[in-house]
């Protein structure tokens, strides 16, 4: 009799386990499925990026709250301006046909905001590369006084006290705690997925199409004129040059940040990718034709400001290469990406 309740002890004890080991599984597969971290697709044609997500890895839930951030102008002073009041897909992440963007209290901002894609091959940030870090880099226009004026802990309560936030952080971060890390890390993961890697171009590079005859001439007087600063296939080295663009108000540009004399008016070599669309260009805006800016380094070296040694004897084409060079720019546009709704306003 002790022998027969001891064997069905043992078999009561093994089911409990198995069932004990079961329910652990199916909690731990449960958590997973509804947090699973997300595998960020690379383009097979670009390099290896900066910012690998290693400490912030992107999952589902991450990213839709760091899109909900991205469209929501709570994180400005007043709640009227948003990430996206400056940065709007169809512009290709740029601000649209304005020098300056208005930020609170109808004031502008110094400089033209540049477009927000492939940050995480970034460097630097900013026009002077103040900021080192895609982590970083939004408070710099969240405490703008002339952006969005607000403090991060000013965001952090308005977050806190929201209806959905709390519950929308927990899902991301299994905390209903907002913090200022958790909210970089979120918005860090939506603006560092915003990939334009799917031009006309790339898919020339990828031998999915063929040039066109101009767009293969074009392609061959960017490389002779153009890609020695605007590199593929990201079209920047992210280097600080002064293209001769006389500085405004004083704008000393990279010296702000360098203290360098050698640096004043060096600005960031912008990205060219969707670059007929987010015109206005140059640090200031000053030129809202691509033609404009083909004007400018045809007589950049003549202006009374230093200009790069790559630079100093311009560039000057004909009126054919002129419209093959634009021609190839045009294909640099990434139409997919401007109508992608997974980056699109929630």
């Known amino acids: 009799?002790?022998?027969?309740?001891?064997?069905?002890?043992?078999?009561?004890?093994?089911?409990?386990?198995?069932?004990?080991?079961?329910?652990?599984?199916?909690?731990?597969?449960?958590?997973?499925?509804?947090?699973?971290?997300?595998?960020?697709?690379?383009?097979?044609?670009?390099?290896?990026?900066?910012?690998?997500?290693?400490?912030?890895?992107?999952?589902?839930?991450?990213?839709?709250?760091?899109?909900?951030?991205?469209?929501?102008?709570?994180?400005?002073?007043?709640?009227?301006?948003?990430?996206?009041?400056?940065?709007?897909?169809?512009?290709?992440?740029?601000?649209?046909?304005?020098?300056?963007?208005?930020?609170?209290?109808?004031?502008?901002?110094?400089?033209?905001?540049?477009?927000?894609?492939?940050?995480?091959?970034?460097?630097?940030?900013?026009?002077?590369?103040?900021?080192?870090h895609l982590e970083v880099m939004p408070i710099g226009p969240i405490t703008d006084p002339n952006e969005m004026a607000e403090t991060l802990t000013g965001i952090i309560a308005k977050l806190q006290n929201h209806r959905k936030y709390p519950s929308l952080f927990s899902n991301a971060f299994g905390s209903k705690e907002i913090t200022s890390q958790k909210l970089l890390y979120a918005i860090a993961q939506f603006q560092g997925s915003i990939i334009s890697a799917n031009s006309r171009y790339d898919d020339m590079i990828q031998g999915k199409v063929l040039f066109t005859d101009d767009e293969a001439a074009g392609h061959n007087v960017f490389k002779e004129n153009c890609a020695a600063c605007h590199v593929p296939p990201l079209f920047t080295d992210f280097s600080f040059k002064s293209n001769g663009t006389v500085p405004k108000k004083m704008e000393e540009g990279r010296e702000r940040i360098t203290l360098d004399p050698l640096d004043y008016g060096k600005f960031k070599v912008p990205t060219?990718?969707?670059?007929?669309?987010?015109?206005?260009?140059?640090?200031?805006?000053?030129?809202?034709?691509?033609?404009?800016?083909?004007?400018?380094?045809?007589?950049?070296?003549?202006?009374?400001?230093?200009?790069?040694?790559?630079?100093?004897?311009?560039?000057?084409?004909?009126?054919?290469?002129r419209k093959q060079l634009l021609t190839f720019l045009k294909t640099l546009t990434d139409a997919p990406l401007l109508r992608n709704n997974k980056f699109s306003e929630p």
Request: with cysteine; proline share 5%; glycine share 6%.
């Open 272 to 321: 060219l990718r969707n670059i007929e669309l987010t015109y206005p260009y140059m640090h200031d805006g000053r030129y809202f034709t691509l033609v404009q800016v083909l004007d400018h380094y045809q007589d950049c070296h003549t202006n009374e400001m230093e200009v790069d040694p790559i630079l100093s004897r311009g560039i000057t084409l004909t009126a054919l290469e």
């Open 1 to 132: 009799m002790f022998h027969s309740y001891y064997s069905k002890w043992k078999y009561i004890k093994r089911t409990m386990l198995f069932v004990g080991v079961m329910m652990v599984l199916l909690l731990s597969s449960c958590q997973s499925d509804d947090n699973e971290t997300v595998i960020l697709e690379l383009p097979s044609h670009f390099p290896a990026p900066v910012y690998d997500f290693s400490n912030n890895p992107i999952t589902s839930e991450g990213f839709e709250l760091g899109k909900k951030l991205f469209y929501d102008p709570i994180l400005s002073k007043d709640s009227t301006i948003s990430c996206r009041s400056c940065h709007a897909q169809v512009h290709g992440f740029a601000d649209h046909n304005v020098a300056f963007s208005t930020g609170f209290g109808g004031r502008l901002g110094s400089r033209n905001s540049p477009p927000t894609v492939n940050l995480i091959w970034n460097t630097s940030f900013m026009w002077d590369g103040g900021v080192n």
